[in-house]
C-alpha cells in the first residue's frame, strides 16, 4: 500500500504523507483534464492526476487527525493567571465552496485555569482544521472550541485573518479584501477588559 510514490515528491512529502496516491482520485482528475479541453496524454499533464491525487489528500489530512494526536502529552499543570497568545499562525485551507485555497494568518490567545499547553501545539491545532474543506468561520469556532476542550481554561480568543482565492481569481476578483473571523469565550466574552487586550493584541503590527 505504501509503495506508490509519485515520481517527483520530495522525501519529506513521502515521510509525512500516510496516505497513497488513489487511483480512484487520479483517475477522477484525469477526467477532469478531459472535460475542461485538456488532452491528459500530452507530456506535461501525463503524471498530474496522481500529482494532483497526492496534493489534494496531503492538504485535506486533517479529516485523519485528532486535536488529542497532536497535542499530545503537551499539556502542564501551570498557576498563571494571564493572558497566553501566539499570534501570526500562518494557516492555509480550501474554501468547501470552490475548492480553492485560503490562506493568512490565525491570531491565538487562552487565559489558563490550571492548565497550559506547549506553545508548539497551537499551530498543530490550527492545522488539524485548516487541513480539510473549510469555511473560515466553522475553522475559527473549531479552533477555539478544541482548546476549551483539552484546557478547560478562563477563556479562550481565536482570530483568522485570510484571503480566499475565490474572491481573488474569479467572481469579484477583489485582491486586496481580507476576511476577518473571530470567535471568543468564557472571559474572552464576558470581560470586556480581556476581550480588549485580546483585540489589541492580535491587530498589534497592524496585520
Ligand atoms: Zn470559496
Redesign the pocket.
Known sequence: MSSTPVADRSAKESATDVHVPDEELAALVKRQLELIGENPGREGLVKTPARVAASLKWLTRGYDLEVSDVVGDAIFEEQHDNMIMVRDIELYSM?E??M?PFFGKAHVAYIPNGRIIGLSKLPRVVDVFARRLQVQERMTEQVAQALTDILQPRGVGVVIEAY?L?MMMRGVQKQNSKTITSAVSGVFRDDYKTRDEFLRLAHYNGG
Do not use: V
Request: hydrophobic content about 15%; overall charge neutral; glycine content about 0%.
Open positions: 474554501c465552496h470552490h480553492l480566499h475565490c
